[in-house]
């Protein structure tokens, strides 16, 4: 039987058995709506898509309708930041709605952590470290020339903050759509053959309508995923539901990294492995603070503080100017680093480092942690 604290609010978290609807049975429409643990996961998660979709055309047509130069502007800070910012407030927009329809708080999206700040600070310096390490062993191979830009120190500041707070709202959105609401709501309800349709689907989707070899980095995560998942299913594992739901959202991850331009069939399979390895910092944090951190940080060092490509593009203003050189397989080419097979194992010792930094509270810290939630509730 899956563990009553992973099923309703999360790896680390409970919910009182009163928040739950009630089940309207095995016949019916409804049956085909609610379930035992109420509005079924996909609905969810389709309507947040739609809602989600709606507020992004609504935002963006308000703000590039107030600012239209942010539409003749190619490639500027500004353009990112508004973009972003406009992906952001639709999350929230479309969040709020969704609490509402699910019953739930904020913070049951895998954001409750009362170590929040202590886990976002330490993810910021290991997303930092951990491209640099990527962009060190690029250099060192020779497949990369590391030089300086040209731009005085004023500029370098107000691009460093910009910058900043550009990629602050993109681990914040990215992590917010994949690793709290996708996350936490398909693991309430999904099982291996769920898991499994949500993959092939994907991958159907990409072999139809994605051009490229970039797919092969989206089938090859998926494969992956498939004997270890379904062994969790035959074993009945212990909450197996949210290694599946990782499995899910990780190759969704993956996915939306192929609408890219520039990316190669490694980049795209990095970012399915980075999405899972931000999945088990849930799973030994608690929380998603700790991927929010490391994900904008190592955006931030990729664009603004080495200058490298990323899928495809260098944006303006950054501290140095990194430059592929070599063999494409190595140096990741017009992609980026994230196209080298040198982020394998970057991510392999990132996930490492989760695993021995981390634990995952033991049985008496999970019931004082319960009980303390219902009773602030």
């Known amino acids: 039987m899956r563990d009553a604290r992973q099923t309703e609010t999360g790896p680390h978290s409970s919910t009182p058995a009163s928040n739950t609807p009630r089940y309207p049975g095995r016949f019916g429409l409804s049956w085909a709506i609610v379930g035992p643990e109420g509005v079924r996961a996909g609905w969810l998660i389709f309507l947040f898509y739609c809602l989600y979709r709606l507020f992004v055309a609504i935002l963006g047509s308000i703000v590039y309708a107030t600012v239209p130069d942010l539409i003749a502007t190619q490639a500027s800070i500004s353009t990112a930041f508004f973009s972003e910012l406009v992906l952001f407030l639709a999350m929230i927009g479309a969040g709020a709605i969704m609490l509402l329809v699910a019953r739930r708080r904020p913070a049951d999206y895998n954001l409750r952590d009362a170590r929040a700040l202590r886990h976002f600070v330490s993810g910021t310096a290991i997303g930092a470290v951990s491209l640099s390490a990527l962009i060190g062993s690029l250099s060192m191979g020779g497949w990369a ?80 995923g498939v004997i270890p998942c379904f062994l969790l299913q035959l074993k009945r594992a212990e909450n197996s539901g949210f290694w599946q739901a990782a499995w899910a959202s990780s190759t969704g991850f993956g996915f939306i990294h ?27 944090t608690g929380s998603a603070w700790w991927a929010i951190g490391c994900h904008a940080a190592w955006d931030w060092a990729e664009t ?58 033991k049985p008496a810290e999970f019931s004082s942690s319960a009980a303390t939630e219902q009773l602030a509730s």
């Open 258 to 284: 192929t609408l890219n331009h520039g990316e190669n069939w490694i980049g795209i399979f990095a970012a399915a492995f980075i999405g899972f390895v931000f999945c088990v910092s849930i799973w030994v």
């Open 304 to 361: 603004y503080f080495y200058g490298t490509a990323d899928s495809g593009f260098v944006a303006p203003g950054h501290l140095l100017s990194t430059t592929p050189t070599g063999n494409p397989l190595w140096s990741g080419g017009t992609d980026g680093p994230e196209g080298s097979l040198l982020i394998i194992p970057i991510v392999l010792l990132l996930l490492a480092w989760l695993l021995v930094i981390y634990r995952r509270p």
């Open 145 to 224: 020339h590391i030089g300086r830009a040209s731009l005085g120190p004023s500029k370098l500041a107000l691009y460093a903050g910009g910058w900043a707070l550009t990629f602050l709202l993109v681990g914040c959105v990215e992590e917010g759509l994949f690793r709290c609401y996708a996350q936490f709501t398909l693991t309430r309800a999904i099982n291996f053959w769920w898991a499994l349709a949500l993959v092939s689907g994907l991958c159907i989707y990409a072999r139809l309508f994605v051009s490229g070899d970039c797919i092969w980095g989206v089938y090859a995560f998926a494969g992956l």
